[in-house]
């Protein structure tokens, strides 16, 4: 069982940066895939970024390629989302996740474990 804590949400103008953080709960954290998944007021949640379980790979949505980064420390069990250039569109509730199985999955909206997610707000 993985608990996923996210923090770092916020209110942010158009065209400014966050970075979101995830914490983990557990001593195999650098065994799991990790991502960032968003739900935006209305629409399905829909996946963002993820990161093999090293660190070396990397998956983005052609949504914020460029724009959003996604790196781990595996030292600290923690995950991060650097947010930058954000739009009023990028507005949504951000969730941490977690999957035992291989990263690539996330890319089609699947974890295993999921956090309560931090909400970011982008104002035009």
């Known amino acids: 069982q993985v608990q996923l804590v996210e923090s770092g949400g916020g209110l942010v103008q158009a065209g400014g940066s966050l970075r979101l953080s995830c914490a983990a709960s557990?001593?195999?954290?650098?065994?799991?895939?990790m991502g960032w998944f968003r739900q935006a007021p209305g629409k399905e949640r829909e996946f963002v970024a993820a990161i093999s379980r090293s660190g070396s790979s990397t998956h983005y949505a052609d949504s914020v390629k460029g724009r959003f980064t996604i790196s781990r420390d595996n030292a600290k069990n923690t995950v991060y989302l650097q947010v930058n250039s954000l739009k009023p569109e990028d507005t949504a509730v951000y969730y941490c996740a977690a999957t035992f199985r291989d990263v690539a999955i996330m890319t089609n909206g699947y974890a295993d474990y999921w956090g309560k997610g931090t909400l970011v707000t982008v104002s035009s």
């Open positions: 557990g001593r195999t954290f650098s065994s799991y895939p």
